[in-house]
């Protein structure tokens, strides 16, 4: 008996391996599959901006990755007792304006060097609404808890999330013509846009992305979405806000990927390296019995001998951790 609709899902043409640089942007969906990528020790810089929802900041982070663009003091403003910048998320904010400036051009200084060499750039977007200060009618990536009345909000038209995203494509492929584009739609639901606007929202971005799929061979799509809202399509599989998918919808969306986009050659791979951090993630009460240092031991022959046979894995995390 079939309980669920099913969904053919084609293999990427290039699957992702163990030897690509990985560039993941976009929404807080972005840092579920960032997050256990990077479980696995694939080489992956997520969100050098922070979390950016809209595909205006997500186009622009990019092209500042591809301009090198180095923040100055002008960039950033005072509020709330700290130091922002309207193209970041608060993760970059700071007391102090030189610390605040000081994390954003660190991170965009390896965002530009990861746009140059990363074989898959990956972009999660969340909503198709944009917010615009009033006062100058720059878009901006986060409100920093400013006040409402500083901001317009629109949802933009389909053709200027293209128009947008399209510029930002063709100038990647100006500084690396081997990078290939993967678009996902976060299944997250923006509902304090309301249902319905949520649901226009998402279709403006699906709409969006499938035809910039059509327009350039090396950008791709992932139907991160529809595995969860089409595909299990239960409140179950929804944290209690209702909002944000659980742990179990995000590991169902994970092995989806992996079976699309993970090069099959990488999987036994991925298990041992699997099994090196579950070790790692191991809780004793009694550290210093001879059980616990055979138990590290153990383990720190299994990660240098990785680490031998595959050179590229980055294990001194492991190794260090192993040591007795």
């Given at each position: 008996m079939?309980?669920?609709l099913?969904?053919d899902?084609?293999?990427?043409?290039?699957?992702?391996?163990?030897?690509?640089?990985?560039l993941?942007?976009?929404?807080c969906?972005?840092?579920?599959?960032a997050?256990?990528?990077?479980?696995?020790?694939?080489?992956?810089?997520?969100?050098?901006?922070?979390i950016?929802?809209?595909?205006l900041?997500?186009?622009?982070?990019?092209n500042?990755?591809?301009?090198?663009?180095?923040?100055?003091?002008?960039d950033?403003?005072?509020l709330?007792?700290l130091?922002?910048?309207?193209?970041h998320?608060?993760?970059?904010?700071?007391?102090q304006?030189?610390?605040?400036?000081?994390?954003?051009?660190?991170?965009?200084?390896?965002?530009?060097?990861?746009?140059?060499?990363?074989?898959?750039?990956?972009?999660?977007l969340?909503?198709?609404?944009?917010?615009?200060l009033?006062?100058?009618?720059?878009?901006?990536?986060?409100?920093h808890?400013?006040?409402?009345?500083?901001?317009?909000?629109?949802?933009?038209?389909?053709?200027?999330?293209?128009?947008?995203?399209?510029?930002?494509?063709?100038?990647?492929?100006?500084?690396?013509?081997?990078?290939?584009?993967?678009?996902?739609?976060?299944?997250?639901?923006?509902?304090?846009?309301?249902?319905?606007?949520n649901?226009?929202?998402?279709?403006?971005?699906l709409?969006?992305?499938h035809?910039?799929?059509?327009?350039?061979?090396?950008?791709?799509?992932f139907?991160?979405?529809?595995?969860?809202?089409?595909?299990?399509?239960d409140y179950?599989y929804?944290?209690?806000?209702?909002?944000?998918?659980?742990?179990?919808?995000?590991?169902?969306?994970?092995?989806?990927?992996?079976?699309?986009?993970?090069?099959?050659?990488?999987?036994?791979?991925?298990?041992?390296?699997?099994?090196?951090?579950?070790?790692?993630?191991?809780?004793?009460?009694?550290?210093?019995?001879?059980a616990?240092?055979?138990f590290?031991?153990?383990?720190?022959?299994k990660t240098l001998?990785?680490?031998?046979?595959?050179p590229?894995?980055?294990?001194?995390?492991?190794?260090?951790?192993?040591?007795?």
């Open positions: 079939q309980l669920s099913t969904l899902i084609p293999p990427l043409p290039a699957p992702i391996s163990y030897t690509h640089q990985l993941l942007i976009g929404s969906f972005t840092e579920h599959i997050d256990r990528l990077q479980h696995h020790k694939f080489h992956v810089l997520q969100n050098p901006h922070g950016l929802f809209n595909p900041s997500v186009a622009s982070s990019l500042s990755y591809v301009a090198a663009k180095q923040y100055t003091e002008a950033l403003f005072y709330n007792e130091w922002n910048s309207w193209d998320h608060t993760r970059f904010s700071h007391t304006q030189s610390q605040a400036l000081a994390a954003i051009n660190q991170s965009q200084q390896s965002a530009a060097a990861a746009v140059r060499s990363a074989q898959w750039i990956m972009i999660t969340g909503s198709a609404f944009q917010y615009y009033t006062s100058t009618g720059l878009p901006v990536a986060n409100n808890r400013a006040p409402a009345q500083w901001f317009e909000k629109r949802m933009l038209p389909i053709s200027d999330i293209i128009a947008a995203l399209s510029t930002s494509i063709n100038n990647i492929a100006s500084v690396n013509p081997q990078a290939n584009i993967l678009f996902t739609i976060s299944p997250v639901r923006h509902i304090r846009d309301g249902v319905v606007d649901n226009r929202s998402k279709a403006r971005l709409e969006a992305v035809e910039l799929c059509s327009m350039h061979p090396h950008v791709h799509y139907p991160a979405y529809e595995l969860i809202i089409d595909i299990l399509r179950r929804y944290d209690i806000d209702f909002v944000h998918p659980n742990y179990m919808a995000t590991s169902f969306v994970w092995e989806h990927f992996v079976k699309a986009c993970i090069n099959p050659d990488d999987y036994n791979l991925m298990a041992k390296v699997n099994d090196l951090m579950i070790a790692k993630g191991h809780k004793t009460r009694f550290p210093d019995t001879m616990h240092q055979k590290k031991e153990s383990y720190l022959a001998s990785l680490q031998a046979q595959y590229h894995l980055q294990l001194s995390d492991l190794a260090h951790y192993f040591q007795p």
